[in-house]
């Protein structure tokens, strides 16, 4: 079952406990307070050992009580938070026992959570009174919720008590952005002006467990023996720019994970297109980093395609074979629609179900965690120290090298169209190999865990001088790289249209061997095959030859060339 989803948008206020929750109809968009209702919250909230919820900022509970009983999933939003909601008894589950998650609940962070057990983090208590504030027309604006809180941390053992105020906009709220930031303004004014503050926090979990956000759950300080390896430290080495190329496509994968699950439109597309951006990164840019790790991902990464291959490939013919026919008014098309578009249709289904069921398997998980892992603390070579513009221009160079001679074996190959195709997966390994480095973010530095509110005085300054001098070098080397992104880019722009072009030919013919095999199939049976030859007539391209399509993709390899040289 899909939760529902809806946008949270709201502050937080500390407030001492004798003040009073203000008036609101001074304000101007305030025509009506409604009268005060009192209930009271139980919640229980649940993440993995090592907080793996809390370091994306994201929160799941089980809350009973008031309107929104349920299961809350609360995820961050480029305005506010995304909050999906369930019924106690999603999936038939016995809504008394707290303790079981429905697995409805826990597809969206699957792969964060994995096969890792989720536990009681705290339980928290609220005894709530809202208003609502209503405009000249009657919609409700905002709810004022004034709580006190009592919690208590299962995992630490402390017990926590406080009262808060919340505003939260309703669905009258302003329908844009910058008129929603008026409205809470105001409403923040009054507040203020009662005795609240700005919470410290923005989680009721985070306060509960005796912390300010959930980012303080991350894990561990970073200790001095821990630090990242030298080339992650040097603002100037390759090392910084491809692996922050692989941890933002690690971090897509994840993202792109739960909309797989949820067959959502294109979804099995995107998850794909990332699955082998990460091989050509990995491809590409192996060199850098050891020879077994980056096999085994690679191995591992492309059985993750092919499983969202097969899904993918019976979705786009399916889609074509529907709007094909549709364009045939002329004569009939039952017989070819039940034979073609709904053996694609069951095809599909039959890959998506495989699909799920790989993305939960041990097997899945254990290559996210391993790609975490080497993004994280990647397993290099010395050749990951050396500048990062020499590295990468060899590299694309290299790139660029194999999709030439690839193209030179076309001609005189026993199997032109099978080694046209290999040419199609060399440019579309140089293509992705550039755009990640075009697009990456470079590593962060990362500083020994020295704390400036501990030690003499001139330590502190030490480590902050220290740390001021690491962040500027690291903008410095930043900024010059940036001028090669554009470079980096036109390689790929280049690189792209020789992809499409020879993927919609391998597609075409993959297609139209696959409608003659149809039409064998349906001759076979008795039925009437005209169809099947329309269609075959509509995709074949007489002009569309390997002598052409070579002649093009030779003239593409010359601009690459041309263009790596530059670098």
Request: proline share 5%; charged share 30%.
């Amino acid at each position: 079952m899909t939760g529902r989803a809806q946008t949270e948008i709201e502050r937080k206020y500390d407030v001492e406990a004798l003040s009073r929750i203000p008036q609101f109809e001074g304000i101007d968009a305030i025509a009506q307070v409604s009268a005060p209702d009192s209930f009271t919250l139980t919640a229980v909230y649940y993440d993995t050992a090592d907080h793996d919820l809390a370091r994306r900022r994201i929160v799941l509970r089980r809350r009973e009580g008031g309107g929104d009983a349920g299961w809350h999933l609360k995820m961050p939003a480029d305005e506010g938070r995304t909050e999906v909601h369930w019924p106690l008894d999603v999936g038939g589950a016995d809504g008394s026992e707290p303790g079981a998650i429905p697995t409805d609940v826990l597809e969206p962070v699957r792969a964060i959570v994995r096969d890792r057990p989720l536990t009681p983090l705290a339980r928290v208590t609220t005894v709530r009174t809202t208003v609502h504030l209503h405009g000249p027309d009657g919609s409700a604006l905002a709810e004022i919720a004034d709580d006190d809180v009592s919690a208590s941390d299962v995992r630490g053992g402390t017990y926590r008590k406080w009262r808060e105020w919340e505003a939260e906009l309703l669905d009258g709220a302003p329908d844009t952005r910058k008129k929603r930031t008026r409205l809470l303004d105001s409403i923040e004014q009054a507040l203020l002006a009662a005795g609240a503050h700005p919470s410290s926090s923005i989680a009721k979990i985070a306060r509960a467990v005796g912390v300010d956000s959930l980012a303080e759950l991350d894990g561990a300080p970073v200790l001095p023996g821990l630090l990242p390896a030298p080339p992650l430290q040097d603002p100037n080495s390759v090392a910084v720019i491809v692996v922050g190329a692989l941890r933002q496509l690690t971090e897509k994968l994840v993202d792109d994970d739960p909309h797989a699950r949820a067959d959502a439109p294109d979804a099995i597309h995107r998850m794909r297109t990332t699955v082998r951006r990460l091989r050509s990164v990995l491809a590409v840019y192996g060199r850098l980093f050891e020879k077994s790790a980056v096999a085994e991902l690679r191995f591992e990464l492309k059985q993750l395609g092919i499983e969202l291959g097969r899904a993918r490939d019976a979705e786009v013919r399916g889609s074509r074979l529907a709007a094909e026919l549709d364009g045939i008014t002329a004569h009939p098309t039952g017989d070819a629609e039940i034979r073609l578009v709904g053996g694609a249709r069951r095809v599909y289904a039959e890959g998506l179900a495989n699909v799920r069921a790989y993305l939960l398997s041990t097997r899945y998980y254990r290559l996210l965690d391993a790609l975490e892992a080497c993004a994280e603390w990647p397993p290099m070579t010395s050749k990951a120290e050396r500048p990062a513009p020499k590295e990468i221009a060899r590299d694309l160079t290299k790139a660029v090298a194999i999709l030439a001679r690839t193209t030179s074996r076309v001609t005189g190959s026993d199997a032109p169209e099978a080694a046209l195709h290999e040419v199609r997966k060399a440019a579309r390994r140089l293509r992705y190999a550039a755009q990640a480095v075009a697009l990456a973010d470079p590593v962060a530095p990362v500083e020994p865990a020295i704390t400036l509110t501990r030690g003499t005085k001139a330590t502190r300054k030490a480590a902050a001088k220290a740390a001021a001098k690491a962040a500027a070098r690291h903008a410095a080397a930043a900024e010059r790289f940036a001028k090669l992104r554009r470079r980096y880019t036109e390689i790929a722009g280049v690189a792209k249209p020789v992809v499409k072009r020879l993927g919609d030919r391998h597609d075409r013919l993959l297609y139209i061997e696959e409608l003659e095999q149809a039409a064998q199939a349906a001759h076979e049976d008795g039925e009437n095959t005209l169809v099947y030859g329309l269609l075959v007539a509509r995709a074949e391209h007489l002009g569309d030859t390997v002598a052409v399509v070579l002649a093009e993709t030779e003239g593409s390899v010359k601009q690459l060339e041309r263009l790596v040289r530059k670098l």
